[in-house]
């Protein structure tokens, strides 16, 4: 006989998988908050997730470099 299947709920919303991945950017997840986590977020959420999280951060840099840029050139 086969052995039963485990089915895994996944509760948490897509926004509530935008802070975790948020705050494991920066490195700063408790273990507790991680294990909780790692049992309930979709894992295609955490996936959309991360490419919109990395997305804004490579922008965020870009738009910090091109004002740091134009700074410098126009005060000199």
Do not use: C
């Not at 273990?31 to 965020?60: C, F, M, R, W």
């Amino acid at each position: 006989m086969n052995a039963p299947e485990r089915v895994v709920k996944r509760k948490l919303s897509f926004f509530q998988t935008m802070k975790a991945v948020f705050w494991s950017f920066f490195g700063v997840r408790k273990k507790s908050d991680y294990e909780s986590d790692a049992a309930q977020l979709n894992p295609v959420h955490v996936v959309i997730a991360g490419i919109i999280a990395a997305a804004l951060l490579v922008t965020t840099l870009v738009v910090i470099v091109r004002i740091v840029l134009s700074q410098a050139v126009g005060g000199v």
